[in-house]
Nanobody, 125 residues
Framework: QVQLVESEGGLVQAGGSLRLSCAAS????????MGWFRQAPGKEREFVSA????????HYTDSVNGRFTISRDNAKNTVYLQMNSLKPEDTAVYYC??????????????????WGQGTQVTVSS
């Protein structure tokens, strides 16, 4: 049984930092592209960042580029999202997800087979 478990999010002031982690079990993470998505109230789930199976490439949505950093440790089956210079508009439920690695740096929700339960990140102004 595949499980993706995100770390607890939290409440942080604008300009602050937070690191999310996502531990995978039941799959060999090195065979998957790992991604982070987020969903704000009343909005669709949107792509945030992705990293290829060997950490060779990463991709970010424009709004977080330069502020967020994705990384992974395949030995630990864990992916991370370091979020710096947080803004109120980053407030959302954050989800990690796994897509078969042949998709590469996919941004499409539909290509991700497995999802975590989500963790709330709230940025106050």
């Amino acid at each position: 049984q595949v499980q993706l478990v995100e770390s607890e999010g939290g409440l942080v002031q604008a300009g602050g930092s937070l690191r999310l982690s996502c531990a995978a079990s039941g799959l060999t993470s090195s065979t998957y592209t790992m991604g982070w998505f987020r969903q704000a109230p009343g909005k669709e789930r949107e792509f945030v960042s992705a990293i290829t199976w060997n950490s060779g490439s990463t991709h970010y949505t424009d709004s977080v580029n330069g502020r967020f950093t994705i990384s992974r440790d395949n030995a630990k089956n864990t992916v991370y999202l370091q979020m710096n210079s947080l803004k109120p508009e980053d407030t959302a439920v954050y989800y990690c997800a796994a897509a078969p690695r042949y998709y590469g740096l996919t941004v499409s929700v539909r290509t991700y087979d497995f999802w975590g339960q989500g963790t709330q990140v709230t940025v106050s102004s």
